[in-house]
């Protein structure tokens, strides 16, 4: 049922008279609007919406082919790290053919990088956590064969920038995400405790010297930033919720190893 037209009619009607009476003549006229030739609200937001995940999809991926190239040429690590990942989304075959050609749009020379970015960020508004996600992903891709060159570093700068991160944010992010990596390898490969419990720390942006009560907020701002349905109300694409509730599931996982080692 349309009812931005009410909704506004009355306001304009009370703003402009002043009356109960004008605001009511303001949303008689709303309703003829939403009744015949009125603009479908609800529908315009939904096309916003499409036209949002569809836009983080794409620079998702083309970007990852930037960032892949970004050595001079793409390694087979950066290659298997981008088939992984469409695997771990479970894209189905129509999905994973556009990121397929997305990346490998990324990697063409004179790709515009920095007119992606600001479309990006332009889609997403102040949608923060959002852009935050996308930029994990992009170190992520960066670190596909456990180093990080200074040309790889450069291009993350580049992103980070463009998308309104200081060169502090990134390093704090470079360190986090490298930690949030080696604790969950750690945890399937049987990792000691005392080198979990230094990579769960780092995971959170915390030191063992933090008290309980800053380390809990900083576990809450995280969980917060990563909640997959959060991210998928703000534009995340659904086919790519599986990598957030992973980032989400490791984050909790830092908070409890954490708080144990504390009792």
Known sequence: MRIWGKVLGFLFGFML??????????MWLGHRFDKGMGFDFDRFAAQDEDSRQQTFFYTTFTTMGYIAKAKGRVTEHEIAFASAYMQKLGLNAEMKRQAQDAFREGKLAGFPLEKELDTLRKRCGHRQNLLLMFLEIQIQVAFAD????????????????????????????????????????????????????DNAYKLLGVSKQDSQQMIKKSYRKLMAQHHPDKLVAKGLPPEMMESAKQQAQDIQAAYELISKSKK
């Open 146 to 197: 456990g180093s990080l060159d200074n040309s790889e570093r450069e291009a993350l700068h580049v992103i980070a920038q463009r998308l309104g991160f200081s060169a502090r944010d990134l390093d704090k992010l470079l360190e986090m995400i490298m930690a949030g990596a080696q604790f969950h390898q750690g945890a399937q490969q049987g990792q000691s405790h005392q080198q979990q419990l």
């Open 17 to 26: 008279s002043k009356h109960l009476i004008g605001a009511l003549l303001g």
